[in-house]
């Protein structure tokens, strides 16, 4: 791919760049790929924009160059920040008050996560941060993901909730202690640090992040009292003080995805009133979604696929499952949900995702040898969730029976025989 960008280069030279051009039509592909694989297979189209991705990755794509930096860091940023913010919103802090086992299961399963992945990775020999770093990671389900999966299969239900509630929780936890985690790190004995310091600096990560949310909450509480929900203006308003914020919480030493996720949150407490998207927001959101996922797909299929690592990666993925599908157990009592639901909703739990590859960011900006044995690990297992835990996502909402499209979907087809678009 290199050579023929090369000799590309030499004959078109376009006003926007080389890279534009190259990233519009990696775009349109995976735009085409998510849809053609939704259609035919019924799977989501989250499927169809990592595999693009990670083909172009693999060919050598010049796009992204890791570790992320720039616009591309930001734009990763952003995309997160959007999809946690809307996440956050949906999540009724009264509800906890209700059905505190919902709480119970997500404080299970992300320390038993914790646990066991480092466990495993003690076991083959993993240095100790890394394999502390690693299970600090994969605390973290994918939001992301997950809402593409329920808008797809036009899912609704309490696994599907539940699920979104869960992996927004443990993200929460995720970015809180691995953003603290980062920060400690220091540049000669990163061995030198250990988690039972890590206090201090997760109360900064916080503070700062909440005090960005609150912001960003009061800011959008008021336009909301003077501005309808569906008004494009107001679309673009969130989209900019969500962009705003989150350069903001970055700058000041917060977590900018932590930051947008409380400031949701926040939200959703100073205004209870059911309210959606805008339809335009939701237009701008799924753009920045999809350039989001052919990001993180482009970036992790650079990583080294050794034979070792890919040991290394199947434990961590293994262990990773094994501790969801148990938290989830282990909190199900009575949470309301029986030990089926509970079974598949711990599968719903399994994708990685954008979130993920953020944090590893910050561990190689953070301390680079260590963050690049970190990374070595984590984006190989980041692309393969990505993929995989959707799949298993999809699956879990079609045996629960929360969806309402048939799986496989049924082949439609003109008067005269031919397929047409649906």
């Given amino acids: 791919m290199n050579e023929f960008l090369a000799i590309w280069a030499e004959w078109i030279k376009p006003s926007a760049g080389l890279p534009t051009v190259q990233w519009s039509i990696l775009l349109a592909l995976a735009a085409a790929s998510g849809h053609l694989v939704h259609r035919y297979t019924g799977l989501p189209k989250v499927i169809g924009y990592s595999v693009i991705g990670a083909f172009a990755g693999l060919a050598g794509f010049t796009g992204a160059v890791w570790p992320l930096q720039g616009t591309g860091l930001f734009l990763l940023e952003l995309g997160v920040a959007v999809v946690l913010f809307e996440a956050g919103g949906r999540i009724p802090l009264r509800w906890f008050r209700h059905n505190p086992m919902v709480l119970v299961q997500s404080l299970a399963e992300s320390a038993l996560t914790f646990l066991l992945v480092r466990w495993a990775l003690d076991q083959m020999g993993v240095r100790e941060i890394v394999a ?19 808008i797809d299969t036009r899912a609704a239900g309490p696994v599907t909730e539940r699920a979104l509630v869960l992996s927004t929780l443990s993200t929460l936890y995720a970015l809180t202690l691995c953003s603290a985690r980062a920060g400690m790190m220091p540049r000669g004995d990163p061995d030198a640090a250990s988690l039972a310091a890590t206090l201090y600096p997760v109360l900064v990560v916080l503070g700062l992040s909440v005090v960005v949310g609150a912001a960003l909450a009061l800011v959008l509480r008021t336009a909301l009292r003077v501005m309808s929900p569906t008004s494009e203006n107001t679309a673009i308003l969130l989209l900019a003080m969500i962009a705003a914020g989150a350069a903001l919480a970055a700058h000041f030493g917060g977590s900018a995805p932590l930051a947008a996720l409380l400031g949701g949150m926040l939200l959703k407490q100073l205004n209870p009133r059911p309210w959606s998207w805008p339809r335009q927001m939701g237009t701008a959101s799924s753009m920045l979604t999809m350039l ?6 482009v970036v992790a299929a650079q990583a080294d696929w050794s034979g070792p690592v890919a040991s290394l990666v199947l434990a961590l993925v293994a262990a990773r499952m ?15 949900a029986s030990w089926k639901q509970a079974l598949w909703l711990g599968c719903a739990m399994s994708p990685m995702s954008s979130v993920a590859l953020l944090l590893v960011s910050q561990f190689v900006a953070a301390s680079g040898p260590v963050g690049r044995q970190i990374a070595g690990v984590a984006l190989p297992a980041i692309l393969l969730m990505e993929v995989l835990g959707a799949i298993l996502a999809t699956l879990a909402i079609y045996r629960t029976g929360e969806s309402s499209t048939p799986w496989p979907p049924p082949r439609r087809s003109t008067p005269a025989g031919i397929p047409h678009e649906s």
């Fill in 132 to 150: 502390e770093s690693l299970a600090l990671l994969a605390m973290a389900a994918s939001p992301a993901v997950l809402s593409r999966v329920v």
């Fill in 292 to 297: 989001m996922f052919v990001l993180v797909s």
């Fill in 322 to 336: 094994l501790a969801k599908i148990a938290g989830v157990a282990l909190g199900n009592v009575g949470s309301g």
